[in-house]
């Protein structure tokens, strides 16, 4: 099994990162002999979509500039590295109710239409399936179903349909919440680890 592991936490001591490495840990115990592949979104991010970009994707690949393949290949390297994989698990901290600018940067550049999904006779098709997808999401407050505050959350709403869009249906949601509320920040990560299934 090949597992990639995305992280979007700039933090030293993120909760969503360390909960990434926990899953991962799980997943190596369950199946000895996988492999992982680690992306920091934070220490090598990926660029906003520029022009370059957006006319290089809608422009065969024999036909592009330097400059458009050179806007192409990262999101090349980005599909490359899912379709090489298993099994994802997706780091993701909380801003502002919702993803980081790193994390959305790498969607923008792994949805991509003809490659990771296409329109079809019956609709929209994602191309990326038959993986397993495991979103470490940590926040300051606590946003999970019955949660007042469960309106505000634009973290999970947003990823799960995104990534159904390409393909990727299975996937398990998994938060550390409530990282800035004193009285739960202690047991916040290992209550998150416990509810993991591999
Ligand atoms: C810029 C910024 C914005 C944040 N916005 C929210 C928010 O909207 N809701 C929330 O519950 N926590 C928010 N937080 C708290 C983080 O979600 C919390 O610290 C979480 O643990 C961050 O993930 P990490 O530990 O993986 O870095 C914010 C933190 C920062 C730095």
Same mark, same amino acid.
């Given at each position: 099994?090949? @597992?990639?592991? @995305? ?25 000895? !002999? ?6 920091? $979104?934070? *220490? ?5 979509? /520029? /022009?370059?970009? *957006? ?11 330097? =400059? ?8 090349? =390297?980005?599909?490359? /590295?899912? &379709? ?5 698990? @997706? +780091? ?10 790193? &994390? ?9 239409? !003809?490659?990771?999904?296409?329109? +079809?006779?019956? +609709?929209?098709?994602?191309? &990326?399936? !038959? ?8 926040? !300051? ?17 947003? $990823?799960?349909? *995104? ?8 996937? /398990? ?10 009285? &739960? ?7 998150? $680890?416990?509810?993991?299934? *591999?």
């Amino acid at each position: 099994m090949h @597992i990639l592991h @995305i992280i979007s936490s700039p933090r030293s001591n993120s909760y969503s990162a360390r909960l990434g490495h926990q899953i991962v840990e799980k997943l190596l115990a369950a199946h000895p !002999g996988s492999t992982v592949h680690e992306r920091d $979104l934070t *220490v090598h991010p990926l660029p906003h979509l /520029e /022009e370059v970009f *957006v006319r290089g994707i809608f422009t065969p690949d024999e036909a592009r500039t330097p =400059e458009q393949k050179s806007a192409v290949q990262h999101s090349d =390297e980005v599909i490359s /590295e899912v &379709l090489a994989a298993d099994v994802l698990v @997706i +780091g993701s901290p909380m801003y502002n109710f919702s993803i980081s600018s790193s &994390l959305k940067a790498w969607l923008d550049h792994l949805v991509r239409a !003809g490659v990771t999904f296409l329109y +079809g006779a019956n +609709g929209p098709q994602g191309l &990326l399936t !038959g993986k397993k997808v495991y979103l470490a999401l940590a926040s !300051g407050g606590v946003y999970s179903e019955g949660s007042p505050m469960a309106a505000y959350d634009f973290m999970a709403p947003y $990823l799960k349909p *995104v990534l159904a869009f390409i393909g990727l249906t299975d996937v /398990e949601v998994v938060r550390v919440e409530g990282t800035s509320i004193p009285e &739960l920040e202690p047991t916040a990560l290992d209550k998150a $680890l416990a509810s993991v299934e *591999v």
